[in-house]
């Protein structure tokens, strides 16, 4: 999942800080199924989002694997719907992979809200035979096992957003032409009118002279042409992951936020698309 920007949401955020109202945590909950990670996620006193609660039907939890991908989905869309009110939050799933939490870390950054990552500090938190006898869910030892086996340390923000899904590794070249131009039409064009994406080509058309003024022409600003790159590099990022375009996305990002404070300030002193200082 990749969360998109658009005009409104950064400029509420740089209105809180401006404001000092925005201190926005992420907490990103870390453990073995039965380890004690829903204990210690609702000792924070904070809303706790799991993708787990999406399974319980009638008060009982039923587990379905053709649902996990959407309630995930489901749970993400809770977290951002929290931090775009200002809420901070904690999200409590297993996460024993990085790739599992780089959606909640876009969402994070997305809205100025700092990430935090926590363990249960129960004595049997790797314990897989006490964690399943503890497990309120009945996930077997076999099962925890594995995602013992499979655990990813070192989770840090960079780490994490270069991490990609197993099966998104081995695309095809074909494929990712398809899902570039899919990314084209679909996201990149919409950001602006003047920006145009199609068989691999990628255009802009800056705007030239004020809008309006005779021999001006219409185009975007520089912070839709930053918007479109940004997207452009999320997508290469998703298939093909690195520290580097992480870095990148993360200083375009920076980029972006200060040319939307610029705005806003010229704005609020009435000198917005004027050579006025």
């Known amino acids: 999942m990749s969360e998109h920007f658009n005009d409104e949401n ?9 404001e000092g109202k925005l201190e926005l945590r992420l907490i990103i909950m870390r453990g073995l199924p ?14 706790v989002f799991s993708s787990d609660d999406f399974s319980v039907v009638a008060g009982k939890y039923k587990f ?30 297993t996460n024993s992979q990085l790739w599992e939490m780089r959606p909640y870390a876009e969402i994070a950054i997305k809205y100025s809200a700092k990430i935090e990552f926590s363990y249960p500090e129960t004595p ?20 925890i096992a594995r995602m013992k086996e499979r655990w990813e340390y070192e989770e ?25 131009d899919k990314l084209g039409k679909e996201v990149i064009e919409k950001i602006h009118p003047a920006i ?14 004020h809008p309006g003024e005779p021999g001006s022409v219409e185009g975007c600003f520089p912070t839709h042409a930053i918007m479109s790159i940004i997207e ?11 520290r580097e375009t992480a870095l990148a996305i993360t200083n375009l990002e920076q980029a972006w936020l200060w040319l939307n404070m610029r705005k806003l300030d010229r704005e609020a002193r009435g000198v917005l698309q004027t050579d006025k200082k």
């Open 10 to 18: 950064p400029q509420e955020i740089l209105r809180k800080i401006g």
């Open 196 to 209: 145009k994406f199609e068989g691999g080509k990628f255009t802009i058309q800056l705007q030239v002279g």
């Open 156 to 180: 840090n923000t960079i780490n994490i957003l270069s991490a990609a899904r197993p099966e998104n590794k081995n695309i095809l070249p074909g494929e990712k032409i398809a899902a570039l």
């Open 232 to 242: 452009l590099h999320r997508h290469y990022q998703a298939l093909n992951p690195s």
């Open 34 to 47: 039965g380890s004690g990670k829903t204990t210690k996620a609702t000792s924070f006193g904070l809303p």
């Open 64 to 93: 379905d694997p053709s649902k996990i991908d959407d309630n995930h989905k489901k749970n993400q869309e809770r977290v951002a719907a929290a931090l775009s009110e200002g809420k901070s939050c904690v999200v409590d799933n």
């Open 124 to 143: 049997w938190r790797w314990d897989v035979t006490e964690c399943a006898a503890k497990c309120t869910h009945g996930v077997p030892v076999s099962v």
